[in-house]
């Protein structure tokens, strides 16, 4: 039902920032928990953060905490995660992803998938 494009990834340095992007197009925005998640290789994809729908409520992993922050722009169709002191335990995959407040916030799952950007943090 809604389509999810990524955008911002790259190769940076430790303790550089990143800001990534996700446009989502096909559904009704507002319908929507967002969030994201991130995948190493070899390794589970787990969660970074999450948005409820109104941005009220937010969820961040806490290897993450104090470092990352995750937004959403409503009028845009639009999530945004800042990423700020990036490490090399960061490198991953990092996948936008939607659903219900449920599957989010409760069981760190989705129900829609983007298809990922690349981001590599060197030493």
């Known amino acids: 039902q809604v389509h999810l494009v990524e955008s911002g990834g790259g190769l940076v340095q430790a303790g550089d920032s990143l800001r990534l992007s996700c446009v989502a197009s096909g559904g009704t925005f507002t319908n929507y928990a967002m969030g994201w998640f991130r995948q190493a290789p070899g390794k589970e994809r787990d969660i970074v953060g999450a948005?409820?729908?109104?941005?009220?409520?937010?969820y961040y992993a806490d290897s993450v905490k104090g470092r990352f922050t995750i937004s959403r722009d409503n009028a845009k169709n639009t999530v945004y995660l800042q990423m700020n002191s990036l490490k090399p335990e960061d490198t991953a995959v990092y996948f936008c992803?939607?659903?219900?407040?449920?599957?989010?916030?409760?069981?760190?799952?989705?129900?829609?998938w983007g298809q990922g950007t690349q981001v590599t943090v060197s030493s």
């Open positions: 992803a939607a659903g219900t407040n449920a599957e989010l916030f409760g069981g760190h799952r989705a129900g829609y």
């Open positions: 948005i409820s729908r109104s941005g009220g409520s937010i």
